[in-house]
């Protein structure tokens, strides 16, 4: 039968034989054994289709393999088909052989002295012993770094351990032994890194030299005790009473002593070298972390100072873009509001923001308030004006919540509802358009806002639910590998505050750098353990954001926790506004913004002509109303406390946490005087 060139009968016959002669691990050929290959078995043609056609599991192409060997003659015969035919069993002959290469584990030696090592590497795959060259070859790259793993892929690779078609487990894991050590001695090259990586190689070397000294003094000991045992050998094989023979021992003893000085004067070389050389190495490396210290302060010096910069010049796009946003939406810029404004443009699309707040200011009691020709502005306006049409016979005007057509759709009208927060604190942190809209009205302004009990909330993003532990207080993890933490800090207050947020933060891995930024304020602290933290800022009127920045890792807890990925956590945050101390349970909770107090919204209504002014605070779908002092205008007050109103404020309630504030302003008609 004529094979293909892939496939011949010598390659079927080496595959059968070398199969059929697998050597046990640890069984090599004797040292002195001029042989350098395994002795191979002749097999014939059909002897080797035989084996195939038994070995293979496949029922279908044993019959296939074997009608076509039996037919061979007759099926080369064959126009066109014959060849086709041939070349499929060949196709399974060469599958059916690939199977049957040895593999050899060389694991087990890895941890040999090298020298023994490069033998048995030798005996097991080439079946021979190491040439001079070969020999040397080895050495010089153990010299230089190399593993017994990285010699293993040097033989793996030759041309004369492929012709063996051999194979050798484990062989990407010797490769990647190889690589490491071929880039080491590159990076060695390396002007000054090079040096670096040397000086710290010796202690690799100082080791190999330790090997060394250990296996020279291992078979200097072996070879003594084989002339020791040698010398008893021969006692007892001459007669004791031949003292010739006795001066002849003692003269090979004297020589074993001799040899055994000689090898332990070359140990105390060897030794105090090595002595000498960990020495330098320690006053080297020394140096070297000195250096290291001077760079690295000066990078964490370099560092801080970009991130401030960085800090200001975010600050000052943001207000750019704060700015361009108001444009856009047709308002105009309010001088120290623009942070606020920003803010609940922002907010003006997010229905949910307008729906939490029907679940403590329910639609029928905002039907209430119409009165004469009414407009109804939020998301769900045209809701409004059906729930009142059918329950109260009144006509409400829709309207949505863009505020650029407000002057027109109010001209004329009664009363103006205003039902989304977002929308009445854009309304009230733009003094010029609520004149305008105030003159376009002929009686009441009702408004929805947000409200908080205390100036200054906080917002958390990127952070998990809050906890707390016994003595350590509320905390918060920061979640996610790569992610964006910040504390968005709202100052309800209508002028700039200074405070004082303090906090403790650890990483779960124990160790990481944390850099926290602040209205142009910057702290930066190794979390190697539980370590404080403390800002003092200006906060602004609105918005004010505490960005965390973590450079060290992540990693998922053990028990309940194990679905997150935790950084770091803050602990027992607290904020020192004016003295005065924010309740921490209140700003570990994320609740709406409340970027307007209640003395801002009553000064800027009874500014723009509304005389008395009615609140009720509002939760638990309506059924808790509590009700607020009324205030009145007065200008006689300009220049006192509240500027331009009065108000009996010696009982003011406590509102509940997460209320809602529904603000009612009714001006004099036109006809009427004041």
């Not at 054994?33 to 038994?54: D, R």
């Not at 060695?188 to 000086?199: E, T």
């Not at 960005?547 to 992540?554: I, S, V």
């Amino acid at each position: 039968m004529q094979l293909n060139n892939e496939v011949s009968k010598i390659y079927i016959r080496n595959k059968l034989t070398v199969n059929a002669n697998v050597f046990k691990q640890g069984e090599f050929l004797d040292n002195n054994s001029s042989s350098t290959h395994i002795p191979a078995l002749v097999v014939t043609s059909e002897y080797a289709n035989k084996l195939i056609i038994e070995n293979e599991k496949s029922s279908l192409k044993r019959i296939i393999i074997n009608i076509l060997y039996k037919n061979k003659d007759s099926i080369k015969k064959l126009p066109i088909i014959g060849k086709k035919v041939i070349k499929t069993k060949n196709k399974y002959l060469k599958e059916a052989v690939s199977k049957s290469v040895s593999t050899i584990d060389l694991k087990p030696y890895l941890l040999s002295h090298y020298t023994v090592f490069i033998q048995e590497l030798y005996k097991l795959t080439l079946h021979r012993l190491p040439d001079e060259y070969g020999m040397n070859s080895m050495l010089n790259m153990v010299k230089r770094g190399a593993s017994n793993g990285a010699l293993v892929y040097v033989v793996a690779v030759s041309e004369e351990f492929k012709k063996t078609r051999l194979k050798i487990k484990d062989f990407n894991y010797y490769k990647k032994l190889y690589k490491k050590y071929v880039i080491k001695n590159r990076v060695k090259k390396i002007p000054i890194i090079g040096r670096i990586v040397k000086l710290y190689a010796l202690t690799q070397q100082i080791s190999v030299l330790s090997d060394d000294i250990s296996f020279l003094l291992g078979k200097v000991t072996n070879e003594v005790n084989s002339k020791i045992s040698n010398l008893y050998d021969k006692v007892g094989e001459y007669n004791l009473n031949n003292n010739n023979k006795f001066d002849e021992i003692n003269r090979m003893f004297e020589d074993v002593d001799i040899h055994l000085n000689s090898q332990n004067e070359k140990l105390d070389s060897a030794l105090l070298i090595s002595t000498t050389v960990s020495e330098k190495l320690a006053h080297y490396v020394s140096d070297i972390n000195r250096k290291f210290d001077d760079v690295n302060n000066k990078f964490d010096n370099v560092v801080t100072e970009i991130e401030q910069n960085i800090s200001v010049q975010f600050e000052e796009i943001e207000y750019t873009m704060n700015v361009q946003k108001i444009i856009n939406a047709g308002l105009p810029v309010s001088r120290g509001m623009e942070n606020i404004q920003a803010e609940y443009i922002n907010l003006l699309n997010d229905k949910n923001y307008e729906t939490e707040a029907y679940d403590r200011l329910p639609i029928e009691i905002l039907t209430n308030y119409a009165e004469g020709k009414t407009v109804a502005a939020a998301h769900y306006s045209k809701i409004i004006s059906e729930y009142a049409d059918a329950d109260k016979k009144l006509e409400i005007e829709t309207a949505g919540i863009e505020p650029s057509l407000f002057p027109d759709v109010c001209k004329g009208k009664d009363t103006l509802i205003i039902a989304n927060p977002a929308l009445s604190a854009l309304l009230l942190a733009s003094p010029d358009f609520l004149m305008e809209i105030s003159r376009a009205i002929n009686r009441n302004l009702v408004l929805s806002v947000w409200t908080s009990i205390f100036p200054i909330h906080a917002i958390w993003d990127g952070f998990g639910f809050v906890e707390k532990e016994d003595g350590k207080g509320f905390f918060k993890w920061a979640e996610g590998r790569n992610g964006n933490w910040q504390i968005r800090i709202f100052n309800s207050l209508n002028n700039s505050v200074k405070t004082e947020l303090a906090w403790s933060s650890e990483s779960l891995l124990g160790t990481g750098k944390l850099t926290a930024s602040c209205c142009g304020e910057t702290v930066t602290a190794e979390l190697n353990g539980n370590i404080k933290f403390k800002l003092n800022v200006i906060l602004r009127p609105g918005v004010n954001t505490l960005n965390f920045f973590f450079g060290g890792g992540a990693a998922r807890p053990e028990g309940n926790a194990a679905y997150r990925w935790l950084a770091f956590r803050v602990i027992d945050f607290t904020c020192q506004a004016e003295r005065q101390t924010i309740n921490q349970e209140l700003l570990y909770t994320n609740s709406r913004q409340a970027l307007l107090g209640d003395d801002y919204i009553r000064r800027q209504l009874h500014k723009n002509g509304f005389y008395d002014i009615q609140a009720n605070a509002y939760s638990n779908h309506g059924f808790n109303i509590i009700k607020l002092p009324d205030s009145r205008y007065n200008y006689m007050l300009m220049a006192a406390e509240h500027g331009n109103y009065s108000i009996d404020d010696s009982e003011q309630p406590e509102i509940p946490h997460g209320a809602i504030t529904l603000y009612s302003a009714y001006r004099l008609r036109k006809t009427d005087s004041l």
